[in-house]
DNA sequence: GCAAGGTC
């Protein structure tokens, strides 16, 4: 019998990489599955014994990612201190993949599924995402573990049929710290995010950014940006000097350098300037020394220096690098861009990968020395068992790559250097006193190039001096004193970050260039010359604010604690639960601090930043008070009632002017012009595009013209709404006739009047006697009313559930019509006058009538 | 609209 084994890697080249290695003889047959992604590769071989028929595909990363659920994901509703206590949701991380999909329809039939995720805590908890969706759906193994994790330390072949024969379990805790850390971060990040952004930009106009984010990795790694400006501010430089000595020979001028180096002391440096500069004071060579010195050659790429590389010497940013290699990787140009390992594997086949660049036109002969010469061993460094150093795969020109081609040629010829030898060069050094004063002149000569030749950014230029002989004397042409001034570091460059966050622990791989890119969009830092990041001062301010109130938000332990505890799940040295439980409840006290001192922050905001009432410009009227709104034109354009004391969203692309001033009939708002420069130009309302009118969320945002159904829905301005604190407008909903509906448009209540009965219903200009409310008009149909006779018109008041008759055509004179609320009691019709009631039990001249109120009458409902 | 982590 046979078996079938779903085999599932990271991403679709391992899966590759696996078929290759496992099949025998490399034979095997691939296509695709339901995921568009991932392929799936089959061939039959031996499973522990058994024939086996062998599947072998892939996830794209992560199947699922964490969320709040919808409901939690409304900014104005939601509080942000309720996100630390939230449920959660895992959602498909890309939903277009269809992974859930692909391995249910796989999984059907197979009996075993063995795991090849990579082995890392991320990889160990999309074990058991892939273990969610597949097991269900798989055949049973019998009595036979039905669930097996490969380890392997390396992609070769070799490993990877060790890994196969020697397989284990999924490990929880590894994939439960994974999950942990992925709650922490969620619920932190959104919660400080969303509360900064909302306060800040309720009372700032001119913040120069959509959002005020939080982290526990950019907000460090903003940190390191901004203790550097702080050091260069509180830089106070000092003055020093040197004793400068120019001697000659052979005609020409040697710049020598003083042992002393400098001195910090103006007397003591003269003391020795008086010295030297005696008329009789002779330079005598003391020594002369020569020493063979090389430069190492480089070691493997792996992601941070190549980030590093990118940046400092193609001037290329780490997040524009990373696409680049991952373009060149995906086709097929490098091996995968993301490793932290620097070291090649011991069965890393060096010979092949020279060999394929041995035909490329810039250092294709270069490569064949290389070979022929034989390959330098190339330098140790760390195995972290992911994946080998970023090396080149195969040869391309820049025609083939275009713009990537910069990237390629500075992978290739590091590659190239990595296993070409160390750049020797002489170096000899001429000691010679001054009356006793000790100083030297140096030179240098490239004895043989190594690496250097390849790697152009390595090459060293000769400094060729005269030669010198023990005990001569040297002519001493000049000597003064130099005076200078110690200078500030300089602003972190990319470079310098990547450093510090790779030895901080903040971020992956995978996750710096994004961490980065992050303070540069959020206008935390902006990028100067040189790739340099010099804070602005939002980022400053931001930093110095969490400083004050709370330094333990800033500084990068914040990241290394919540790993540690991570750690501790991973190691099965505590539960899930309690881990990520102390640790929001620990950030939901810092949470609480921070928003009873974060004017603490806003003392710094407000030195910078104009306040909102600064920053906008009167633009249209408030549907409330009638006062003006204003607008503040700057992304995120909003606009505010500083009476009513509200913020209104409002399209954030196009010039808005008013539109004619024209009301919105729902709220009395003055309506907007939105003029679009490309797309469509349109008329809105204020009100009703932040907050969209009668429940419809899903509109938010969306344009409001006057065209919108909603409008055609409801005739608006009844009156307001009567329930507390509703600042709401009751409108009519015209299509509900005969049985009328009046809905308020912000609480969303709903009253109607009259069941059946009412024809016609609007707002009079007369108001209650009792309450003053706006009364309506009803109009019910002849033959239709409660009343006997004919046509009415009454007027109702809904504050006070009470509807007058005000007018009656009928013949029976004036009717006064009462009703005692509450549902499913008796109404009473007391006609006055002459009328003839069928069941009138009053005398003559008056007339009642008793009938059963419907179900929603006229109350709320 | 938010975090950080995978990868496409």
Request: with cysteine; glycine share 8%.
């Amino acid at each position: 019998m046979v078996v079938s084994v779903l085999m599932v890697a990271e991403k679709p080249s391992i899966a590759q990489t696996l078929a290759d290695a496992l099949s025998p003889g490399h034979k095997y047959s691939s296509r695709t599955g339901a995921s568009p992604a991932c392929k799936v590769h089959e061939y039959e071989g031996d499973f522990y014994g058994q024939r086996a028929w062998f599947k072998v595909t892939s996830c794209a990363g992560h199947v699922y990612s964490i969320d709040f659920p919808p409901e939690y994901n409304n900014w104005d509703r939601v509080e942000p201190l309720t996100l630390f206590g939230a449920p959660t949701v895992k959602q498909e991380a890309n939903p277009k993949l269809r992974m859930p999909k692909h391995f249910q329809t796989e999984a059907k039939g197979c009996s075993y599924l063995v795991l090849w995720l990579d082995c890392d805590r991320e990889g160990e908890n999309i074990c058991f995402e892939v273990i969610d969706n597949a097991v269900p759906y798989m055949s049973s193994a019998g009595s036979q573990q039905q669930v097996w994790r490969a380890q392997f330390s390396s992609l070769a072949p070799v490993d990877l049929k060790k890994a196969m024969a020697t397989l284990g379990s999924p490990n929880k805790d590894m994939s439960d710290s994974v999950d942990a850390r992925a709650e922490m971060d969620l619920k932190l990040g959104c919660a400080f995010t969303r509360f900064q952004t909302k306060y800040f930009q309720g009372k700032y106009g001119d913040l120069d950014t959509n959002l005020v984010s939080y982290g526990p990795c950019q907000t460090p790694t903003l940190w390191f940006c901004v203790r550097r400006s702080d050091e260069i501010n509180a830089f106070q430089p000092e003055s020093f000097y040197t004793i400068d000595v120019t001697v000659a020979k052979a005609g020409r001028d040697l710049q020598a350098q003083w042992d002393r180096g400098q001195v910090f002391d103006m007397p003591i440096a003269s003391l020795f300037m008086n010295i030297i500069q005696d008329d009789n004071a002779k330079a005598v060579v003391n020594d002369v020394s020569q020493k063979e010195d090389r430069q190492a050659r480089p070691q493997a790429l792996n992601t941070v220096a190549m980030l590093k590389m990118a940046s400092t010497r193609l001037g290329l940013g780490p997040q524009q690098a990373m696409h680049m290699a991952e373009r060149l990787y995906l086709d097929g140009y490098l091996t995968y861009p993301r490793t932290e390992t620097n070291t090649y594997p011991k069965n890393f086949d060096l010979q092949g990968a020279v060999r394929a660049q041995s035909g490329h036109p810039a250092w294709g002969s270069y490569s064949q020395q290389l070979l022929s010469n034989g390959l330098a061993r190339p330098r140790e460094g760390v195995d972290m068992g992911d994946h080998p150093p970023i090396t080149p795969v195969r040869a391309a020109t820049e025609g083939q790559l275009g713009d990537a081609y910069r990237l390629y040629d500075m992978i290739t010829r590091h590659f190239l250097a990595t296993v070409s030898g160390d750049c020797k060069f002489l170096r000899t050094r001429v000691n010679f006193t001054i009356v006793g004063e000790g100083f030297s002149v140096s030179g240098r000569k490239v004895i043989d190039p190594g690496f250097t030749a390849i790697q152009r950014s390595g090459e060293m230029e000769d400094v060729i001096i005269p030669d010198f002989k023990k005990g001569e004397t040297i002519e001493i042409k000049r000597v003064s004193m130099g005076s200078h001034k110690t200078r500030p570091p300089s602003y972190l460059s990319e470079s310098d970050l990547l450093s510090l966050m790779e030895k901080h622990g903040i971020g992956t791989d995978a996750s710096m260039a994004t961490h980065i890119n992050n303070i540069c969009e959020r206008n935390y830092v902006k990028l100067a010359e040189g790739r340099r990041l010099i804070p602005t001062q939002l980022g400053i301010a931001l930093v110095h604010g969490y400083q004050m109130v709370d330094n333990e938000l800033v500084i990068p332990k914040v990241r290394a604690n919540m790993e540690k505890n991570c750690t501790l799940v991973a190691d099965g040295k505590a539960e899930v639960l309690p881990v990520v439980q102390h640790c929001l409840r620990l950030f939901r006290e810092k949470f609480i601090y921070y928003v009873t001192n974060v004017e603490l922050v806003d003392q710094l905001f407000e030195t910078i930043f104009k306040s909102l009432e600064a920053a906008g410009r009167p633009l249209s009227r408030c549907g409330d008070c009638q006062r003006y709104l204003s607008v503040v034109d700057r992304k995120p354009v909003r606009m505010f009632c500083k009476t009513c004391n509200r913020i209104f969203k409002m399209p954030q692309n196009g010039q808005m002017k008013l539109y004619k001033e024209l009301k919105c009939p729902l709220d009395n708002f003055e309506l907007v012009f939105v003029a679009n420069k490309v797309g469509k130009s349109y008329p809105i309302c204020p009100m009703c595009y932040d907050d969209p009118p009668f429940g419809a969320r899903e509109e938010q945002g969306k344009h409001w013209n006057l065209d919108h159904p909603i409008y055609k829905k409801y005739r608006p301005a009844v009156m307001s709404c009567i329930a507390d604190n509703c600042s709401g407008t009751l409108c009519l909903d015209v299509d509900s006739g005969p049985k009328w509906q009046i809905d308020c448009n912000v609480c969303l209540q709903q009253l109607s009047i009259f069941e059946d009965k009412a024809h016609k219903i609007k707002a009079t200009s007369d108001t209650c006697e009792e309450c003053g409310s706006v009364l309506l008009e009803v109009i019910f149909n002849k033959g239709k009313s409660p009343l006997p006779d004919g046509e009415l018109e009454r007027k109702a008041c809904l504050v006070c559930d009470e509807i007058f008759n005000t007018h009656t055509v009928s013949k029976t004179g004036k009717n006064f019509f009462r009703r005692n609320p509450g549902k499913g009691k008796d109404i009473q019709c007391i006609c006055q006058g002459k009328g003839k009631g069928k069941k009138g039990k009053g005398g003559k001249g008056k007339m009642r009538r008793t009938q059963r109120v419907p179900l929603g009458g006229l109350w709320r409902v």
